[in-house]
């Protein structure tokens, strides 16, 4: 399968580190040339987990940016899973630990990007072993938790963030795994997790799922688990989910039970485009649309979508046509996030301790 | 404590020497206040050992809050000391895209060659995939010395800060320049200069060396009015010029006293002299292939062209040398200073070996101004051995050692140093440049041994450096791109461990399970699943535990955890938990998978649902699915007997159906000898009585009677 090469080559840029790095995500900027990220570090020489914020500098002389720390924060173990979200008047970051525990911590970027920990959640009933995953709501005032255990937990936080109180939505005691979340609305979430399956939860029905996407479609073939799940805020009735053997799948719920394959294995169709055999680690819809409008999208075609893989691989997967690599790497690429503020900027982790930001052009 | 170190607190070690008087003893803090109990030493990451420290159990525990033991990491051998551990990862992760290319052109290129019945080789292409490998690896070392050349250019700075060199690009420099570039190496000389000028500086820490005179008089050139009256002035361009750094003695010449302008006048020969001196060293003919920017000398490529232009250089000293002006210059040390470099440049062998420290240094000044035209290691080799006679050093510099190694063209001594000095890593790719070009060389590496078990030379320093690899969490996933390509042992290796690695993270494993699939190790990758299955389900993550026992096919232990699982059936699976049950009922997902006894439950939860509806009074299909499923479930032999009963319980409403009887004969049947069977195995001491009503069994029988009654007289 020939992969297309992209129209504009984009500018890369490599930031080696001396540590690894568990995840990456992009702040909300507050000036034209500095970009600011939170990057979770893992220090293996000395044991030690932090979170960083860094301040991507692009330099109008040089065309090499720089990436600089601004501040650190020690969490108490390495982190799981780590969201950023848009709040007045800072931005607002939700880390996972893999002892279980989740830290809102809120940074100062203007005034020297501090971090200040806002409120910490690491009680024994919370989750039982490491914390999967966690997606902030939209403004930042609610986060929602999920586990290997079987439990999902709606964490809210008001004011300045110190108060953090918990409630349990649901726990399957271990009988469900969850390994993915992501907000759909307000009051409307989607998990993910073993064997392809999607669940559609919806506060204002408690009591279990609203609906269930069954993970036995890629039937004989090898299943595996979600990784990771976006949803378009335009689009909320169609879930995007990425996962193992370089799956990418929508879920409409309006066709309940027919997943549309994007890419990867369990489609049976020769044609489909394989773009890698191995784990999609993250899928995010991409919102560098080129020419056409989003509107101008039929609602029934799934939007253009940005995966990073185990095998080095970071491309666009759009419904029907060929995928377009955008990087392609000897080691894995573990997370990717793009730039909501300016879509052509996105920032990737890779596996051999290094960093790369990629500006489309 | 005898040779207790005094950084004890940073927990270092160091080697201990055989002729060491007895062992050496480091105190290793703990922190622990109560008296030790148990010590366990283990392996931990790398190079570094996990020491658990047990306390005793307190007496009172009613103030315990120091911790019952304290687990400390002891880090053996501190590493290099030139590059950090993390730095090492980096050159690690950046020499795999190298090495592995330059594996797959070797395939190739056998294939090829067994094809072509062509004996070697090592065409022309090769000499450039070698030297394209050897770049590669060599930029991962260290960016080329590129001393950025400052706006103002400073005439008192004589020698320019580039990047601090290494060690080990220095090694790998030499190891390139002997072995990847093309044998025809009239450049060689030249090239080795340049390697000194680059890597001088390394050898000052033991020794003084050329480099380390010209930074001490830099440092003094500050406070230094007339400079040509200091007699070190003259020593350290003597000794620059020596290992033939001409730009820097060129620079330092002029900065002679007779070029100020108030002076030019009246020592006007004296300034004519060391212009010409200057002027002399800057048209200095070189061989070789290209100039440096920057750099002074003339260049030749040819062979014969050098001859005649050092020829023509030569007399041109000669004459300076037997000039009059030399009376008519006034200042002593000038005229001294002056000398002593032509004699230099002359070639005069007690000048060189009193202008230079480094036995190096002089093996240089040899090969610029004695033998230029030196071909050959042999030759080379014994003029390194009187070097080294006349500049006896006490303890030789690890890269010195190579540099003897490489000229007495002994392999297993170069292999030796290499290990020595620089560790697996350097080996490990070193070997590509050895085996190159000497059938030699390739003969010793690639011959298998017997008292190695059956490996070669090249095999086991590839897998001595796997190990090192598979010994760290961040860089194991890397081992089997160098264990694959060993032939012998590489594969069983690469099992043992993708086989070892932990199970606790999905990522991990994931990424464990992604390496079996491309070195198609099917059978690892379903035992590790196995692995994870267990361990899931040991934490009460019963869901994960199922999901892998599956992917792996484990029929065995599905069927055996099957048996846990129902006990909690049993008791939980009421209306309101069955939520919970749901998503792992799903799981379970088509027949067509490995589900082992938990087919059960798929069925089970058909039966509750259809009861359910029965009971709610939606009945028109409801009844018909609700015995289907009753039946299906009593016929498969995967459920377990003790549902026997609760099921048929649950049922009675079914049998006691007031319009019609619901069963016809021969379910009834089937039924009623299940039933029997039951109250047999009633009778045997390790069955489970279910949590039922005690008429319940009554009930069933009665009721089973009956409807046996009413289908019969349907029929």
Known sequence: ?361 | MPGASSDSTSGALVPLLPEAQGAVVYPLHHGLTSPVSRLSISWSRGNSLRISVFASPSVNDSDNEDAGGKVVEVKLGGGDGEISDAHWRRITYGSVSPFALLQSRKNAASGLSKMSMNSSPYNVDWWEYIMEYSKDISALLGNQKSPSNPVIDDPESVIKKGQEPTSLKAAWELLEMFYAEKPSQSWLPERLVDWLADYNSLFSGTHPTVHSKLIDFQKELVNLQVVEDDPKYWEVMSSALAVGWLDIVVKMLRLHGSYQLDQLSNRETENGLVEAVAVLISKMPRMRLEQKAGNLGECFKAKPDFVKAWEKWRAQINKLDSSAFWFQCAHQQTREGLRSMLQVMLGNANSLCTATCHWIELFISHLLYIRPFTVGLESMYSLAQKCIQLKSVASAHRLMRLIIGILGENTEVVLAECSKGFGPWMVAHALELLTTGSDLAEMLLHEEHQNLGGISIEELHRLVYAEVLSSHPLTWQIAPIYLTSCVKQGMVLLQILLSKQPVQHNQLLFKNIEICRLYELDGISSNIMKIAGVYHWKHGRKGSGVFWLQQARDEYRLNRIAQQLFDSVGKTISDESFKQWEGLIQLLGSESKAAGGLEFLQKYRDFKKSLQQVHDGKTADATHQAVESLISLMKTPSTPQRFWLPLLYDSLKLLNWKDRPLLNVSQTNLLLNKLQELSMARLRPDFIEAELPSQALNSVRLALATNLGRAILEE
Not at chain 1, 67 to 93: D, F, G
């Open chain 1, 1 to 361: 399968m020939a992969i297309s090469a992209p129209q504009n080559p984009s500018q890369v840029h490599r930031f080696p580190q001396f540590k690894y790095i568990d995840a990456v995500r992009w702040l909300p900027p507050v000036s034209a040339f500095d970009r600011f990220a939170a990057i979770a570090f893992f220090d293996s020489d000395s044991n030690s987990p932090s979170i960083e914020i860094h301040c991507v500098n692009s330099n109008l002389q040089s065309s090499f940016p720089t990436l600089t720390s601004q501040s650190s924060w020690a969490p108490p173990s390495r982190i799981s899973s780590l969201k950023t979200a848009h709040s007045t008047p800072q931005p607002v970051i939700a880390a996972a630990t893999f002892s279980g525990s989740l830290h809102i911590l809120a940074s100062d970027l203007i005034n020297g990007g501090m971090i200040e920990s806002g409120g910490t959640l690491s009680e024994l009933g919370f989750h039982s072993g490491p914390v999967a995953a966690v997606d902030l709501r939209e403004g930042g005032t609610e986060c929602v938790s999920v586990g290997e255990d079987g439990r999902i937990n709606l964490v809210s936080f008001v004011g300045d963030s110190s108060n953090l109180s918990y409630r349990r939505i649901f726990d399957a005691n271990g009988l469900v795994g969850y390994t993915a979340v992501k907000w759909a609305s307000p009051s409307e979430f989607v998990t993910g997790g073993y064997g392809f399956g999607l669940q559609w939860w919806d506060q204002r029905r408690p009591g279990g799922p609203v609906s269930q996407f069954k993970g036995n479609w890629c039937q004989g073939k090898t299943s595996g688990i979600v990784h990771s799940i976006d949803i378009h805020p335009s689009r909320k009735h169609t879930c995007l989910a990425g996962g193992s053997s370089g799956t990418v799948f929508a879920w409409d719920l309006r066709a309940q039970q027919q997943p549309i394959v994007l890419a990867g294995a369990g489609t049976g169709e020769a044609a489909m485009s394989l773009l890698s055999e191995s784990e999609v680690w993250e899928v995010q819809y991409d919102r560098y649309t080129r020419s056409s409008n989003i509107s101008n999208i039929s609602s029934t075609r799934i939007l253009p979508v940005m995966i990073c893989s185990e095998d080095g691989i970071l491309a666009v997967v759009e419904q029907g046509e060929e995928p377009i690599e955008l990087l392609a790497d000897p080691c894995a690429i573990n997370s990717f996030d793009i730039n909501q503020q300016n879509p052509s900027d996105v920032i990737c982790s890779l596996e051999w301790e290094s960093i790369a930001i990629l500006t489309r052009s």
